[in-house]
């Protein structure tokens, strides 16, 4: 049986020049970061639902077909279609970063292996509820942003607007407008940031939600709900993905409503949000920096829901 300095000797040597060898009684805290990505997240109002929807469509998805048509519908929910959206579409860039503290060796092979692995991330903020000529304490509810759509670019050049990924999300109140239900209805990916040893992927897709609001006289900040609400085992190789997900109004995740602030006006559109998307995309690595991995510390922090709910859509295609 070889001893463990063997093993650690055999795993740099597959891996080539990727490793470097600092003093093995060192250690460090060393940054891993994720390839920046562009995304943009659009919150759409039933009446802007047709050039929300048209804007960026990826060339392979049919516009005229039954699945697009009903996609249309869901996210217009009845109302009478305007020209062009009023508001610009928001735009934000994040880059997400883990830091580990682990041996110098370990923290190279983290590196190497979450090129394997991506986070996209966006916001926008806008009015959730509809105001009404009633106005008042006492006028029911009814949303005004009806969808959401994600869009990641294959590049992180702006003149480039080739989609890479689109994912679109019903965001309306449920039929006792006691909570929001969120339902993903539409995913489209033909390109991955992250690598992968045969083309295969898992993603997981989560929608979260802040506000700032009042009582009478105290002030409140929070989350108002994070939720997983897609995850999907993906093979890139020789296609690109598309699902369309059941449109029926019981599917998707019943989450909390937006809250209110006391003595709003209702006449005008109001219950401020900020909604943002994450979208995780874990590859296959080879299996000899699997190996590799195993033999070495693990990094000292949990990984987020998100990424474990990646790997369990991944476990779910083996």
Do not use: C, K, N
């Given at each position: 049986m070889l001893p463990s300095g063997c093993f650690a000797s055999v795993g740099l040597a597959m891996l080539g020049t990727a490793v470097t060898v600092p003093a093995l009684a060192e250690a460090q805290r060393a940054p891993v970061s994720f390839a920046p990505t562009r995304a943009v997240l659009v919150l759409i109002p039933g009446a802007e639902a047709s050039p929300a929807l048209g804007a960026h469509r990826p060339g392979s998805i049919d516009a005229a077909s039954a699945a697009e048509a009903e996609l249309l519908r869901d996210c217009a929910d009845g109302e009478a279609q305007r020209a062009q959206a009023s508001k610009g579409f928001l735009w934000d860039f994040a880059v997400r970063a883990w830091?580990?503290?682990?041996?110098?060796?370990?923290?190279?092979?983290?590196e190497e292996l979450l090129k394997y692995a991506s986070v996209s991330d966006a916001s926008a903020g806008g009015d959730y509820y509809r105001g009404t000529d009633a106005g008042g304490g006492s006028a029911g509810l009814s949303s005004r942003i009806s969808c959401l759509r994600f869009t990641r670019f294959s590049s992180t050049d702006a003149a480039n607007e080739e989609v890479a990924l689109d994912f679109i999300a019903s965001l309306r109140l449920d039929a006792a407008h006691d909570a929001i239900r969120v339902r993903p209805?539409?995913?489209?990916?033909s390109q991955a940031v992250a690598k992968s040893a045969n083309?295969?992927?898992?993603v997981a897709i989560g929608l979260r939600a802040d506000a700032?609001?009042?009582?009478?006289?105290?002030?409140?900040?929070g989350n108002v709900f994070e939720e997983t609400i897609a995850?999907?085992?993906?093979d890139l190789k020789s296609r690109s993905f598309l699902k369309y997900y059941p449109t029926d109004a019981g599917s998707g995740t019943r989450v909390p409503i937006i809250p209110i602030s006391f003595g709003?006006?209702?006449n005008h559109d109001f219950g401020r949000a900020e909604f943002g998307v994450s979208v995780v995309e874990l590859g296959t690595?080879?299996?000899t920096l699997t190996l590799l991995s195993e033999m070495l510390p693990d990094p000292d922090e949990k990984l987020s829901k998100l990424l474990i709910a990646a790997a369990l859509a991944g476990a779910g295609r083996q």
């Open positions: 830091r580990v503290m682990l041996h110098p060796i370990a923290v190279s092979v983290h209805l539409r995913l489209y990916i083309g295969q992927y898992a700032v609001w009042r009582d009478e006289f105290t002030g409140h900040r995850r999907e085992s993906v709003v006006d209702r690595p080879p299996a």
